[in-house]
């Protein structure tokens, strides 16, 4: 069972604005690749071809303590923080050495998605809740 | 003084993802492009060339409650809840005609930028205070 | 016949990068942006809803001939440069009021997309054809 | 002197567009992000902190032959064609395993900006034409 995962990954040029520093939107998208990187991790893949099931994201929240720049190498630490039926909650910590940069946390729901038809909230496959734990301190 | 502003919009291909629907990301963009158009409405700039203040983001927060598509016409409605005397937060309503789409909050901090200095935080000029308002019902 | 379109937009924040002037790949955004506009202006969508046909992208160009800015008002001319059996190749000029900013070409392909096969052209179906044109002096 | 990179890459969610394939404005970044490896790989920053001298794109072009997908592991290998007095022009290939999948070049040129002033060309800093060397078989 994978609970968390640290991705360590370097701030790219356009991700940037005319601020100097990583736009917002930004971080959200850290998170996304540090999550996926947990499920490949647990060894399944969070979107695979041709599959009805989808993880939206229905709430995220973000603290951002301090600026990122260009070429700047961070973590990001990513936490299962609550597993329930339907949904899954993960907490996340971004850092560049000992510079604490952000803290977030994002929930995503579980749902099927059929040509023509609204996506629909499902209990969680039992191979993801086989492989996903929630971490010890989360 | 302004203190809400209305941005309709539609929703761009590249804004959507392989699941079909626009991407969580973009839902701050939305929400950053509505509070630039609110300070253009009050007769200021976010971001003037060559400016030494800056806004950078301290918290967002979104919740997503439905998903958006390729050419959906969508408006985001962006209020100034409140003005501290370094911070401003904003709340924001998505709409796509009568569906309600994301319901958002963000908070911004004044700072100053000088080359070779860390960004510090500043009491907000007044021209800004002057120009935008707390929205009534906020 | 629809054969051009003039797309007004405002730069976005969100689009620029620390070098302080919009990222060079945005500008392929902005010419996909009046690409759909001219489309829906013909009165046919690029990806309806459930849709097997798709138009993936085949090739690219663009000079940049001046920088962008934050809150620059532009216009992006997008017109149909020529239609052959299976694509469709555009050119398109980005301006700034009388500043040419940049100028580009993007040839797309008509493909059907049938799950679990790969992408395979076709010929562009009768709808699109009838509906745009070949601008007069492109 | 470094006069290529290759750059392992893993394909992202967020890369992704509602054709269930990479957008092709991302292919640009992919060769950015190479670019700019391959100056860290030569001992240089493209953007160091405080820099007046830039290198803004002045030319692209990508030709696509293959579609890339969500989790895709991808090799993009950019390479120094041709240093003049102020420009670099690179060429780029991005394969997945034996598939070819997009052909590109850039061309970029060296600037200083100084605040107030609109960016001019200039020679190529020594320190830089020290380290890039052109690809042999470029």
């Known amino acids: 069972m994978t609970s968390e995962y640290r991705l360590k990954r370097r701030v790219q040029f356009y991700e940037t604005d005319a601020a100097g520093i990583v736009h917002f939107s930004w971080y959200l998208r850290y998170m996304e690749e540090a999550e ?3 499920w490949r991790e647990a060894g399944i893949s969070i979107a695979p071809a041709g599959s009805e099931i989808g993880w939206p994201r229905v709430a995220i929240s973000c603290e951002y ?3 990122l720049f260009f070429e700047d190498e961070i973590e990001i630490l990513m936490r ?3 597993i329930s ?3 899954i909650r ?3 910590v971004i850092t560049r050495g000992d510079d604490r940069i952000a803290t977030a946390a994002m929930t995503i729901v579980c749902v099927i998605k059929k040509a023509g038809e609204p996506m629909r909230a499902l209990p969680i496959p039992t191979d993801v809740i086989e492989r996903l734990g929630v971490a010890v301190d989360a």
Chains 1, 2, 3, 4 share one sequence.
Do not use: D, I, P
Request: glycine content about 0%; hydrophobic content about 35%.
């Open 36 to 38: 996926h990187a947990l």
């Open 65 to 67: 303590h301090s600026a």
């Open 80 to 82: 299962v923080a609550t």
């Open 85 to 87: 039926r339907k949904t």
């Open 90 to 92: 993960y907490e996340c």
